[in-house]
């Protein structure tokens, strides 16, 4: 297609690019996007984090339809909306946030189906939906416009807008721990205040005037905030979680994993909270280890019982407020490698609550780490006596419902590999233990057979003779909060004193109960199942069990993930167990973004066309278009979730993967869009090269990645992230030309190449939100693998539909009416041909 056959759009003039303008717009949208998840989570709940994502593509997707099917919005001038744009950008994310923060809502009476509480509190929901999908919807109309009338410089602008994209990345895990999630929100609006204040600074009209004044209180108030944030209105959590702990906390602090809120309830322990929600506690310690008897009747000396001499070696992943710091040294261990994951905990106990904790992580042979428990287990040469995973992902063994909020978040810490890892670290008699609270275990013993049924796959990929000798589980009820299960596991199998030593600790343990141990019968029922059965009998139990608890592994990490989603459409209409929030919750949540996703789209992207359906006809292309746009969103959305998920343990952070991958993508994603401006003539012949670069890629990614990072891990991290960004490079690069190349199509098949070219970026922003939901379920599913083979496939179908309509002649189309009858008569119209805009 020759660049000639896109029509010049006087809107964009030669004298005003726009990239630093759509660099900054785009820097504030992903910055919005990233707090936005932090603060969602800490309101209602981890799974409410994908309704951000798919909200904010949504409604960056309804701006560029607002742009396709206005007259009168594409009538006002490219100054105009950047500058109004960005003042109204500002505005929506302050009253958004007010508007989100104080919200009460109870988001388990939603799924009582039928009561006045299930219709008020989807009524909330939907507005702080809402709330979201606006903050969103100025940001989509100012970059479809630059894009719609930029159309003959596209590269440079989506290259733009990705670089800004991939800056916010960058910066917002230090702004996420150094301002805050909100202050970071209200920072986003600053920015575009800022940005819509410097666009206007030289207009004369009355309306450009009173922007002016508008904008320049909203700019002051805003600042004000980011700088003082104790003025920022306190976030309501929801009524399903406990009374905002903020309230009386001693510490609070927003991390990059949790918000963090100490809470001083007991004269000898102080709880942690995460995320609202009670995680672990800090406990007093004078430093005189005889005074820790509590623990002689704990279900912590378990794993002390089961050893014949006190370790030498120990390792807890986990850490938070160091209770199993106390238990290690009260039962002698001599050397501690203790990890925690959240860097607010860590400085909790090694900083600010030092005192309190009996600086605990100062005590002889205590090593306090601040990391990911699997990346450091996997740069360790030494040889452990005790792996402690002590419930990791919620911080506290006993609180089932914490650990309920991760039910669709990636469990590395639980996979078959982390497993065999943790066994190759250990001593010829060193043992694995984890502990899990259950919710009610002679029901439903969920995580104790999901983890037996992984470590006896671990234990048999290690070629094991009979994993049944190494293996024992203990149940410890408890009246205040759920029942807890000890999971004991050890390379080579247990000796007949070691079981001896593990029941007498059991019975020390006032009612806990022994449930599996080695040539012995002590109880029936799913966990001795998974322990016993073999061959068809294991299949056909795990067949027949109401929920998900075979083995998991690396390619689709979901611990916490136990009903298929089947089972979840099948019973959609059934009210849940509110005591129970992995029982499906999660991934109801799931398809309630689809629902939500499915209504704002057939509002905002779809309806409006029906009212322009005549004229809309005469575009040429649509069908091909559409699909070639909407392959694009899905397989841009496979790519960057697996690649992220792939990355997780080479980084060491889940936070590090997450803005590293995003950067890097993003950013050579644009170099990619910048470089395709040299083949645009030739996309139909290029593209077919650039999926087999693809392919190889994949190939790479899926049976190369793994031996690399694993030779690498040893490294430091500025190493793996250089590393990282090499790997991903080649991506990017490829990735990056696609849409360039489809903009540049559709804006020469139509002499309203403004609307065609926003159209476009509608359905690639609506799809995108599908293949963000559709990552997760295909990956709970199926696995990562198969995503990322999708991924290249959707690729595949875009290099062939690419060819359809990609260097088709130029179709006049009638001008398209306007649905919308915006009242813009006081905006200053575009201007005519070679004035400035």
């Known amino acids: 297609m020759s660049k000639r056959a896109i029509r010049p759009r006087s809107t964009a003039t030669a004298n005003r690019t726009w990239y630093f303008e759509i660099f900054v717009v785009s820097f504030a949208a992903l910055l919005l996007e990233i707090s936005y998840t932090r603060v969602i989570s800490f309101k209602l709940y981890y799974y409410y984090t994908y309704l951000v994502i798919g909200l904010a593509l949504l409604g960056i997707g309804s701006g560029a339809v607002f742009v396709a099917v206005s007259a009168r919005l594409r009538a006002v001038s490219t100054k105009m909306i950047m500058g109004v744009g960005s003042l109204l ?220 001499a006190e370790p030498r070696n120990e390792l807890i992943i986990g850490a938070a407020g160091g209770h199993e710091i106390l238990a290690s040294l009260y039962f002698g261990a001599e050397s501690i490698d203790a990890v925690e994951l959240n860097p607010v905990t860590h400085k909790i106990v090694t900083d600010t609550m030092a005192d309190y904790s009996g600086n605990l992580a100062d005590q002889p042979g205590v090593s306090y780490v601040l990391g990911d428990g699997r ?159 073999d061959g068809a009998e294991l299949a056909a139990f795990y067949d027949s069990y109401p929920y998900e608890v075979s083995a998991i592994t690396d390619d689709s990490p979901f611990f916490w993930h136990f009903t298929g989603f089947g089972d979840v459409l099948s019973n959609i209409f059934d009210p849940i167990d509110r005591r129970d929030p992995e029982d499906s919750v999660g991934e109801r949540v799931l398809l309630l973004l689809l629902g939500f996703s499915a209504i704002f789209a057939a509002v905002f992207l779809l309806l409006p066309f029906v009212a322009i359906r005549e004229a809309w006809r005469e575009l ?61 003539d030739r996309s139909r012949s290029v593209t077919p090269a650039l999926w087999l670069i693809l392919a190889l890629l994949t190939g790479f990614y899926q049976w190369g990645l793994t031996p690399l990072t694993e030779a690498l891990l040893p490294q430091p991290l500025a190493v793996r992230i250089a590393v990282s960004f090499l790997v991903l490079a080649p991506l990017g690069l490829i990735l990056g030309a696609f849409m360039p190349f489809g903009l540049h199509a559709v804006a020469g098949l139509s002499s309203r190449s403004d609307e065609y070219v926003a159209w476009a970026w509608a359905i690639n922003g609506f799809f995108s939100v599908i293949g963000s939901v559709l990552t997760t379920i295909l990956s709970m599913t199926f696995g990562f693998r198969t995503v990322l083979f999708a991924g290249l496939t959707m690729y595949a179908f875009a290099v062939v539909i690419l060819r359809a309509f990609a260097g088709q002649p130029v179709a006049e189309t009638p001008a398209l009416p306007d649905p919308l009858e915006l009242d813009l008569d006081g905006l200053k119209p575009a201007p005519t041909a070679g004035s400035p805009a």
């Open 89 to 308: 950008a500002a505005a929506s994310v302050l009253l958004g946030f007010v508007v989100i923060a104080a919200l009460p809502i109870h988001t388990a009476l939603i799924w009582e189906y039928g009561t006045a509480a299930s219709y008020k509190n989807v009524a909330v929901l939907g507005l702080l939906c809402f709330m979201l999908f606006a903050t969103f919807l100025s940001i989509g109309v100012m970059i479809s416009t630059l894009f719609g009338r930029g159309a003959e410089r596209i590269d440079r602008l989506y290259f733009a807008d990705l670089i800004g994209a991939g800056l916010a990345c960058v910066v917002a895990v230090f702004l996420q721990s150094s301002l805050g999630p909100p202050a970071s929100i209200l920072l986003a609006g600053l920015i575009l205040a800022v940005t819509g204040l410097w666009i206007v600074r030289d207009e004369s009209t009355a309306e450009s005037t009173a922007a002016r004044a508008l904008g320049g209180i909203l700019a002051v108030g805003l600042a004000v905030l980011v700088a003082a944030p104790g003025l920022i209105p306190d976030i309501r959590t929801e009524d399903g979680k406990p009374e905002n702990p903020g309230d009386l906390a001693l510490e609070s602090g927003w991390g990059p994993v949790f918000r963090v809120d100490v809470e001083d309830t007991e004269p000898a322990v102080r709880l942690i909270y995460h995320d609202g929600l009670i995680g672990s506690g800090i406990y007093r310690f004078d430093g005189d280890l005889g005074a820790l008897t509590r623990f002689d009747d704990n279900f912590r000396r378990m794993p002390f019982d089961v050893l014949e």
């Open 375 to 533: 990346s450091f287990l996997a740069r360790q040469d030494k040889r452990y006596d005790l792996i402690w995973f002590v419930a990791p992902d919620s911080y506290a063994a006993n609180n089932a419902a914490s650990s309920g909020a991760f039910v669709l978040s990636e469990s590395y810490l639980y996979t078959e590999e982390m497993i065999l890892d943790a066994l190759e670290h250990l001593s010829d008699d060193g043992i694995v233990v984890a502990q899990f609270g259950e919710f009610v275990f002679d029901e439903k013993p969920n995580r104790t057979a999901r983890y037996a049924a992984t470590a006896r796959s671990a234990l048999e990929e290690l070629g094991v003779d009979d994993h049944r000798d190494h293996l024992m589980v203990a149940t410890t009820p408890s009246e205040a909060v759920a029942p807890l299960s000890t999971i004991i596991v050890k390379r080579t199998p247990f000796t007949a004193d070691e079981v001896d030593r593990f029941l007498a600790s059991v019975a020390t343990v006032p009612s806990s109960v022994p449930q599996a141990a080695p040539n012995r019968v002590l109880a029936a029922g799913p966990v001795n199942q998974v322990i016993d059965l």
């Open 620 to 680: 040429p292309a649509k069908r091909s278009s559409a699909l070639y746009f909407a392959t694009l969103g899905l397989g841009f959305m496979f790519f960057e979730i697996t690649m992220i998920q792939k990355l997780t343990l080479f980084l060491g952070f889940p936070t590090y993967s997450l803005t590293v991958t995003l950067a890097a993508i993003l950013i050579f994603t644009g170099i990619g869009a910048l470089l395709s401006g040299r083949f645009t």
